[in-house]
T-cell receptor
Framework: DARVTQTPRHKVTEMGQEVTMRCQPI?????VFWYRQTMMQGLELLAY????????DSGMPKDRFSAEMPDATLATLKIQPSEPRDSAVYFC?????????????FGPGTRLTVT | QKEVEQDPGPLSVPEGAIVSLNCTYS??????FMWYRQYSRKGPELLMY????GNKEDGRFTAQVDKSSKYISLFIRDSQPSDSATYLC???????????FGTGTRLQVFP
């Protein structure tokens, strides 16, 4: 049963600390998306990659957020320094896409709380 | 104004009812329309996908797209308590795989 995995599932940290979230996409998928979900804003796209190359990171605060794909089986989202307003659920999704519609499969999310 | 608007609910219906969930949008370039279901503390999962206008049926679920009105709907027939979840609409233009999501409608089906 192929699925997207994310670690950690929960993270509580203090303001100013670095946070790293990891995602393992479904094997064979070439596109990886990072989303943030809050009650107020809903699900927002932060960044996405195709074949490990960043395609769009316009939704991501550049000064503190960074996203990378060190290899095809790992995507990371890092926040440094973290702030209370970063508290949200962060989802990774993967899919097989070629520039048009790409069916996205979501992971279980990382619930981040910054105090 | 958001590109995609969705009533947050909550919507509470008895088991067996027909449920209608809706989204409106402003971007006429949207061509792909999706409905995702999200259970509490889980990731969204794709329920239905429609390209351009028209209807699509899958079991108890029917998705409708009216591009002239910029309005999409999801109908659930014979609703079950297991349908209790948040339903998110999502859409994208044809030249991108970036999805724009609605904020979701929380549905509760009571026995």
């Amino acid at each position: 049963d192929a699925r997207v995995t994310q670690t950690p599932r929960h993270k509580v940290t203090e303001m100013g600390q670095e946070v790293t979230m990891r995602c393992q996409p479904i094997l064979g998928h070439n596109t990886v998306f990072w989303y943030r979900q809050t009650m107020m804003q809903g699900l927002e796209l932060l960044a996405y990659f195709r074949n490990r190359a960043p395609l769009d990171d316009s939704g991501m605060p550049k000064d503190r957020f960074s996203a990378e794909m060190p290899d095809a089986t790992l995507a990371t989202l890092k926040i440094q320094p973290s702030e209370p307003r970063d508290s949200a659920v962060y989802f990774c999704a993967s899919g097989l896409g070629e520039g048009a519609y790409c069916e996205q499969y979501f992971g279980p999310g990382t619930r981040l709380t910054v105090t | 104004q958001k590109e995609v608007e969705q009533d947050p609910g909550p919507l509470s219906v008895p088991e067996g009812a027909i449920v209608s969930l809706n989204c409106t949008y402003s971007n006429s370039a949207f061509q792909y329309f999706m409905w995702y279901r999200q259970y509490s503390r889980k990731g969204p999962e794709l329920l239905m996908y429609t390209y351009s206008s028209g209807n699509k049926e899958d079991g108890r679920f029917t998705a409708q797209v009216d591009k002239s009105s910029k309005y999409i709907s999801l109908f659930i027939r014979d609703s079950q308590p297991s349908d209790s979840a948040t339903y998110l609409c999502a859409m994208s233009a044809s030249n991108t795989d970036k999805l724009i999501f609605g904020t979701g409608t929380r549905l509760q089906v009571f026995p």
